[in-house]
């Protein structure tokens, strides 16, 4: 079974360039920036350029006492910090700030000093600094490297962003692919179970010829009596998914083709199959080595059929003891026109879709007379479904339609005895 681990590294690349794509680019106007100066000039100096790079939220500190205080309350993208402060020096309220500051975070501090010394930049690289500037300070070198500063902050902010976006999303696909795999094998469970309880059993709606009344044969319908109580077609549907679709079908083929012993000789039973069962193994194996022409397999319209002439190989032996094929829907899209083109069936069943009303829709009448002509041109024999009124019984009995059925003519159950 495939999984969201399949190609995983591609989708997660896309799924990061369409973050990094949906990013607005840095602007300098979003960050925040902490002084810490005793000289009101220096403020103001600081101000104003920052002012000019389009950064208005500023907050200045005069006092370095309340530098790590207000560092923690503001958590700035920047510090600007003078070494040379009352009290408390520059590389203290440095070493204090790193120590608020989690592993891995980048806080960019900037420190600014008279002192012209290869020593005192040194020792401020080395307690924590990401830059150094002396006084007096050189105005466009101090923009480039505040700017240099926010930007490598908004980047990092934004990897980080990225990376937890990113891990949101590959820990939701893994509870995705966790619960498909559960629930996966929740179905596995309960398809096993129903073939080794043989929790299938066959109801027969019976196909009436219309201008006589007489019984022409039966469509087999797969009941299932285990819980959860689903419509059939959301077992045999959770079968596929689970890889044993072709067995449940086999199993209700086997079923419907003992009715056969309890119906008289010339009425039929009519089952359904997909093609995929059709063209294995063991399809050919559970119907009886004699004729088989009392014997109907229906294809549906939702029936994908992906080699015809697979299809046609593995019908044509069994078409040739007697078996006749049917396809089913017609009238309701474009797959069971091309069944009936390329298959040549022996009985077209017209979907319940096209019998509805079909006695107050022109449209409608329409239509069925057009495959009525259709299915006499192919020597097929015409099958309405889904009858339930004798409006439209007598309106398809007058356009020419041999059979049909519908809980007008007989709802499913057991099979009539001869």
Do not use: C
Request: proline fraction near 5%; hydrophobic fraction near 45%.
């Amino acid at each position: 079974m495939g999984g969201v681990s399949d190609g995983r590294p591609a989708a997660l690349f896309s799924e990061m360039s369409e973050l990094a794509a949906a990013t607005p680019a840095f602007d300098p106007a979003t960050a925040r920036v902490l002084v810490v100066d005793d000289q009101e000039v220096n403020l103001a100096l600081m101000r104003s350029m920052l002012g000019l790079l389009g950064i208005a939220d500023v907050h200045v500190v005069q006092d370095g006492r309340d530098a790590v205080r207000r560092f923690v309350e503001l958590s700035p993208d920047l510090v600007l910090l003078d070494v040379h402060m009352p009290g408390i020096d520059g590389y203290e309220i440095l070493a204090a700030i790193r120590a608020e500051v989690p592993a891995g975070e980048f806080r960019p501090v900037l420190m600014l000093t008279a002192e012209v010394s290869n020593a005192a930049k040194v020792r401020a690289f080395e307690t924590g600094a990401s830059d150094f500037l002396y006084k007096p300070i050189d105005m466009v070198e101090a923009k480039h490297r505040i700017l240099n500063l926010l930007e490598s902050r908004w980047m990092h902010v934004t990897l980080q962003r990225h990376n937890a976006e990113l891990q949101r999303r590959l820990d939701e696909h893994r509870l995705q692919e966790r619960t498909a795999l559960l629930h996966r094998h929740e179905k596995l469970v309960r398809i096993e179970r129903a073939l080794r309880d043989d929790a299938l059993s066959m109801v027969y709606q019976p196909i009436m010829s219309l201008d006589e009344h007489a019984m022409k044969g039966y469509e087999a319908l797969t009941r299932f009596s285990m819980m959860p109580l689903r419509p059939p077609n959301v077992w045999f549907q959770e079968a596929d998914e689970v890889g044993l679709g072709v067995e449940l079908e086999l199993k209700a083929v086997v079923l419907a083709t003992k009715a056969l012993e309890h119906v008289p000789d010339d009425v039929f039973i009519s089952v359904n199959t997909s093609p995929q069962t059709a063209t294995s193994d063991g399809f050919a194996d559970v119907l009886d080595p004699g004729p088989l022409n009392r014997l109907v397999i229906e294809l549906t319209e939702h029936a994908v059929v992906d080699d015809y002439d697979a299809l046609s190989e593995a019908l044509s032996p069994l078409r040739a003891r007697g078996m006749r094929l049917a396809v089913d829907d017609t009238g309701s899209g474009f797959s069971s026109l091309r069944h009936i083109l390329t298959l040549r069936p022996d009985i077209i069943k017209l979907d319940l879709a096209l019998t509805r009303h079909i006695h107050a829709d022109p449209v409608r009448r329409a239509l069925a007379s057009a495959l009525t002509s259709f299915a006499g041109e192919i020597d097929a024999t015409l099958v309405a479904e889904g009858i339930e009124s004798d409006d439209e019984l007598q309106t398809l009995r007058r356009l020419g339609i041999g059979w049909g059925q519908g809980f007008f003519l007989g709802r499913p159950g057991p099979v009539v005895s001869s």
